[in-house]
């Protein structure tokens, strides 16, 4: 098969990391693939090492709050989308993919008209909640109905959004999948060198991994439960790990004001981004997913289930599929700091606990969550697409 796979980003969070481990996989095994991204970063230079080939369009269309925040963004829109398409097309003609996926909802409309327009199936990925955007998704959703042959959500919940109707029948639900190999133990020097880097020592550690983003990740009240647990625990180090996107620098300021104002210097680690993001997980004693908003599929809980850590996550979204509260982490209410602090010192005052939910979220990654089912599922989808 020849994939024409459109994402959008080229960072190597999330849906980058689903991208990648679906790209590189594809071309290991022979098929043709070709990766559309909006600029060149981290994935890019990824993929290239892996052998696969990439394309970067600037301006690709994509749906995103920098769009709507200027009336010159959303006036621009219409046209990047037309020149968007335009170049999708230009690329099929040349390429002759059997399909096009697009990765993300948010890769918007261009490799569904390109699809349409050249005669060929059309995959179109849906990781994102548009819960807090009713009267765009009133609009959007007709849109992916037409544009879109199978619909791959990735949880039931993502379903949810689509309501009933005739697009059920293109709905699959598909959870991400993670390569057990990249989950291997680390050397004790990798986890040595990692806790030397930010002077961790021999600290207990509960570690909150992804964007810096206050209105949706839940940093702050990460902060607020450190400083609740700090006189408890004054050897224990919460780290942040991750930095904010581009144009969102200023959640991390305000992360870093009410660290300042709560006194808690020595207790809170804001790491940015880490290079050995392994070294991380493994060296961590408690991982934390706090989101106050609903994700479609948080892979930060199955790569921390998938290196036996317990896993402290939010009641929404895609974490209730991931999670089985009080067997393999704990779930708490969303926006609720005190919640927060309670799961987590639960889990810091009884090492048993935590080993014994480790384990069983790394059973339940292996059963659930593993790269080979989700690949397997994957390749189905496309060859039922193409009559294979």
Sequence with gaps: MKILLVHSGADLYGASRSCQRLAARLHADGHGVTVVLPSGGPLRDDLHRRGVDVRVREGL???DRRSFRTTRGRLTLPLRVIRSTAFLCGMIRRSRPDLVHCNTATVF?????????CGLPHVWHVREDFGDFPTLWRLYRPLIQALADRIVCVSEFATGQFGDG???QKLRVLHNGFPREEFAPVSAARMRAFRRTYSLNGAPLVALIGRVNTFRKGQLGFVEAAHSLSSEFPNARFLL???PFPGNESHLEQVRRRIRELRVERSVVY?????DIQAV???ADIVVQASDMPEGFPGVVVEAMACGKPVVGTQLGGTLEQIVDGETGLLIEPGKPAALADAIGRLLRDVELRQRMGENGRRRFLERFEFERFYARMLDIYRGLLGA
């Design 281 to 283: 997980y493994q060296t």
């Design 166 to 168: 005739p697009i059920r």
């Design 271 to 275: 790491t940015g981004d880490v290079d």
């Design 241 to 243: 790990v991750g930095s």
């Design 61 to 63: 269309s994509l749906l």
């Design 109 to 117: 409309l261009c490799g569904g008209l390109a699809a349409r327009l």
